[in-house]
Nanobody, 121 residues
């Protein structure tokens, strides 16, 4: 099977920076898009940023200019560099990947377990 493991969350003051990482492992044939989503308490999960296999990116308006998504295809890893953090960025951040496993026929979505990001004012 395929697993996504996030790391890099934590507590930071407003204006600070954090970098999240998510490594995909297992029986992977190929990975299409990868991305980050977040869910704040009492709110629905929302898209933060996505990146395709050829590097095309998409960002939520709320993070444009502050967050940067990137990936290392050789390592099956996606990153989220978060700068100028605000208290409203506080949420659990989830990694997502569209993966075709070595035993599969189609691509399917996989999710990580989530990592907490807390921004204090």
């Amino acid at each position: 099977q395929v697993q996504l493991v996030e790391s890099g969350g934590g507590l930071v003051q407003a204006g600070g920076s954090l970098t999240l990482s998510c490594a995909a492992s297992g029986r992977i044939f190929s990975i299409n898009a990868m991305g980050w989503y977040r869910q704040a308490p009492g709110k629905q999960r929302e898209l933060v940023a996505t990146i395709t296999s050829d590097g095309s990116t998409n960002y939520a308006d709320s993070v444009k200019g502050r967050f940067t998504i990137s990936r290392d295809n050789a390592k099956n890893t996606v990153y989220l560099q978060m700068n100028s953090l605000k208290p409203e960025d506080t949420a659990v951040y989830f990694c997502n990947a569209d993966v075709k496993s070595s035993s599969g026929t189609y691509y399917r979505d996989y999710w990580g377990q989530g990592t907490q990001v807390t921004v204090s004012s």
